[in-house]
């Protein structure tokens, strides 16, 4: 059977009838598996960097028999289409951000856009090293997913073509987010209008005026070019963004014992590694973007951040049911330590 066309032109349901059948692997010839692996941001982030890493461990460890190859920056599919070619079998893995498991069916993933929840990268671990986090990846299974782990990028912080550092500078702002529920609620808490537009898309809407500003780690903002077209950068570090590395159930039924281990291994070792960068991949973009100028950079003062944290603390109440109370307060428990 020949191999389907992955090129984004295919509509999802012409791959679905060129979706391999369920226990086939992508056979290379000579009997060696080729796994595609989908992502939406720039190679130079910690996720494309990460996920690299994972394809040349798999590459040396499995003497080339098992060929990873990643498509960074929405090249083989974006926000819109990524999860549906999981599930159809037409890419076999994924690193999506936290943010995006609600639009299908995990409601509960968005207890990490939680804005001001966590103060940091480690309490962000402990939830995720610990029951809770291994319960949510355990229910990817629910779609037919298998959770394999999480990487970090970072904290989030505001732009716009104005500082945005308290309420009301936020007022009336159309604020591009991702799709989630409670990150809209946030938005719309310190006055803004939140606007869901793909990953891949955000950059245009912000030229074009679509919409006025976004939010996203420093490093999603520089490899982006977002500085192009935004004045002003406030370092708000509201809430996380992360990321869940899935596979596709059939893909990874089929894989033999010893695949499955190889591939475990060598993606533990590279997320472990991608979290250690994550942070300095923020560190060297933020001052990359202070060097080139263009975009002012603003820092809160702790009035300021209180503010914030105070206008959108009734997205807990207000989301709660939807992530889940026991949820809630597994995380809230987790994150006090
Ligand atoms: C976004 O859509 O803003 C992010 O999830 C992109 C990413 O994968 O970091």
Aim: glycine fraction near 8%.
């Amino acid at each position: 059977m020949p191999a389907p066309d992955l090129t984004r032109r295919h509509s999802l349901h012409a791959l679905a009838a060129l979706a391999w059948p369920a226990g086939v692997a992508r056979a290379q010839a000579a009997g060696g598996i080729t796994i595609r692996l989908s992502h939406v941001v720039a190679r130079q982030t910690p996720k494309g960097l990460a996920l690299e890493r994972f394809a040349q461990l798999v590459h040396t460890r499995s003497a080339g028999r098992i060929r990873v190859e990643v498509y960074p920056n929405s090249a083989l599919y974006g926000d819109a289409d990524e999860m549906q070619a999981l599930q159809l079998g037409a890419v076999d893995m994924l690193a999506p951000s936290l943010s995006k498991f609600s639009r299908i069916g995990f409601p509960e993933f968005e207890l990490f856009d939680l804005p001001f929840l966590f103060a940091d990268q480690e309490q962000v671990r402990r939830v995720q090293s610990g029951t809770l986090g291994q319960q949510l990846l355990a229910a990817l299974s629910r779609q037919r997913l298998v959770g394999l782990g999480y990487l970090d990028n970072g904290f989030k912080h505001m732009s716009a073509n104005r500082p945005l550092r308290v309420p009301a500078e936020f007022r009336g702002q159309r604020m591009r987010v991702q799709a989630s529920r409670v990150i809209a609620q946030q938005m719309r808490a310190l006055g803004a209008q939140p606007v869901v537009l793909d990953f891949g898309e955000t950059r245009r809407a912000l030229a074009t005026g679509v919409v006025d500003g976004t939010e996203n780690p420093v490093s999603n903002f520089w490899t982006q070019g977002m500085h192009e077209v935004q004045t002003h950068l406030t370092l708000t570090h509201h809430a996380y963004l992360g990321y869940a590395v899935v596979a596709q159930e059939r893909f990874w039924a089929q894989l033999g014992v010893a695949e499955r281990q190889l591939l475990v291994q060598a993606l533990h070792q590279s997320l472990v590694w991608g979290n250690a960068i994550a942070r300095q991949e923020n560190a060297q973009a933020l001052a990359a973007l202070r060097e080139v100028g263009g975009t002012q950079v603003h820092d809160l003062a702790p009035a300021q951040r209180q503010q914030l944290q105070a206008a959108t603390a009734p997205v807990y109440q207000a989301l709660g049911q939807r992530i889940g109370p026991h949820w809630l307060a597994q995380v809230q428990a987790a994150v006090q330590g």
